[in-house]
């Protein structure tokens, strides 16, 4: 699950000024920002799962998770909540970004093919699971049934609408699970938490890989339900999350006992995590 | 070799014509290694200096790369690359094992820090052994010597009235040569030396790696009496932990990394407020366990503890790594309350 191939250069802690192409207004406090290198290609090349360090030159740098790549760009979808990430969301479509990785291992995409996959996603945590997602979407013979369930605070807090409604449901053996914590808009999806509704849908875990990813309280929720359904932690897989500067396991910041999140993860099954200290 | 003490001026001389001599200095009450020639005194016989000699390759503030923008463009982007070549000169066995902990840390485990990289290697380093030892020092017990350190370009040792002088890498062999005018036929052999600070680290790396312990007693009752001032992580020769911040006036700027501290709360505190360690408990335990126990098992080098005892002789209340060693030693068992 390692990827230590940096592919920004001579100098890792360099960024590439990169073109903002297209901005995405997901929800009202997340956006989507595609960016391009200044010659037109994708800043580097990403596998399911990595994260890129996105700096708004002159304000601050953060690391983010790539949500999706395609042939000549990255998207990451950035949720407002800090300084940066205000900066980011004033953004237009032109200004130039600095963007450096691919940083950390990636999803376990080659020990899920053959498998059933469920991608649980809660809020922006759909954001690195939607790379996972996209892949299997692109190499579909070689995973099983795809479910992916995904539950926001409310309907205009869902993200990246027009997969959840459009494209997903659209492809082969898959299903799409939503759910609002609260329905304000009397939209046509389940009411109620995340961890609640998987245990409805009652999905077997023969065969079956998790991906999780929201909320640390929807996280130990969903995963007291996913053991009351027979699922072992090494189906489970997870991202973590701390604060990082350099991403490439030199500052120290972010580590989980001996290891580095921008380095060592930000992928974990929770078998590994269960072998960790519980500092996150 | 050789070299009468004598002599010892005219060395520094020849060597400050060649790199930036870094010799250790008193400099306003505060020991240091310091430019040779900078306003101070020397002080050789500062057993180890208040200050380690950490900055030369990992200094306290480093640019990093420049920038100019114009509106929302980026005019330019370049990095700032510093190649000056540096000779440390008095450097102790516990400051050299020091620089091995940060080349593990900067240079291995899948990136090459070019920042760190390129200062290393400019870098030729002289250690001198110790003739005396602080009642804080207790370098021999995390492995050390205090009279040889194997891993310096090249080795001292007092011998009176003369150091002996033994290149130990081929970086070595070229500072020797320059010196040959100054240094004379000989040899000998330096008295060995022990520290009177004993601790037993048999068995403290295990029990602090097994997670039972993350949740003990220890922490709290370690923890309480820090202040998080952070002095430990400034005068410790090991701790490498950065930040990277930037600085801007109107149109142009730089990207800079400085010395961060893990006993600060900003340093773990992600955007959103949400922070990990949120109390000194947290963070005291991070450290020691980052000293203690994460490093060897990340990097199979032993200890991220050298020895120097910098830290026992500068905390202001106490907070001695030595006694929290011993009493994790004297626990039964990892995770036992006693």
Known sequence: MTNHECTCGENPLVPQICNVIKITDETPDTKTFRVQTLD???????????????????????????????????????????????????????????????????????????????????????????????????????????????GARSAKDLV?????????????????????????????????????????????????????????????????????????????????????????????????GSKYICLDGPVFTMAELEGLPQEF | MKLAKNKLQQAFDLMAKEANLLVPMKIEGVTKFAPWGAEGELAMDAVNTLLPPKDALFPQTEKMYKYKTRLTQVESLEEIKETDKQIIFGIRSCDIHSIDCMDEVFLTRGYVDSFYSRKKENLTTVAIGCTKVLPTCFCDSMGLNPVAAPTADVQLNDLGDYYAVKAQTEKGEALVNLLKPLLEEGDGEAAALECTLKVNMDGVQKKLMNVKMFESDIWQETAQKCIGCGTCTYVCPTCYCFDIEGKECGNEGYKFRCWDSCMFSEYTRMAGGHNPRPSKKERVRNRFLHKLAYFEDRYGKGSLCVGCGRCVADCPVDLDITMFIDKVGALKEAGSND
């Not at chain 1, 990636?106 to 690195?128: R, S």
């Not at chain 1, 409805?200 to 053991?227: H, Q, Y």
């Open chain 1, 40 to 150: 037109g290609k994708k800043p580097f090349d990403p596998m399911p799962g990595q994260l890129g360090m996105f700096s708004l030159i002159g304000v601050g740098e953060g690391m983010f998770s790539v949500t999706a790549k395609g042939e000549d760009y990255l998207d990451f979808a950035i949720k407002r909540c800090g300084m940066l990430t205000d900066a980011l969301h004033e953004m237009s479509v032109g200004q130039q970004v600095g963007v450096r990785g691919a940083y950390g291992n990636t999803f376990p995409v080659e020990a899920c093919k053959g498998k059933d996959m469920l991608f649980i996603g809660g809020g922006i945590g759909l954001a690195p699971v939607r790379s996972f997602i996209r892949y299997a979407f692109e190499n579909r013979e070689d995973y099983g049934k795809i479910d992916i369930l995904y």
């Open chain 1, 160 to 256: 990246f609408k027009e997969d959840l409604y459009t494209n997903w449901p659209a492809m082969k053996d898959t299903k799409v699970h939503i759910t609002v914590d609260c329905d304000d808009e009397e939209l046509a999806c389940h009411v109620g938490f995340v961890p609640a509704y998987l245990e409805e849908l009652a999905f077997k875990p023969d065969n079956r890989m998790v991906v999780l990813c929201g909320p640390p309280i929807m996280i130990k929720f969903c995963l007291d339900s996913l053991t009351k359904m027979g699922f072992s932690n090494d189906q489970v897989i997870t991202t973590l999350e701390m604060r990082m500067k350099c991403g490439i396991g030199k500052c120290g910041r972010c580590n989980i």
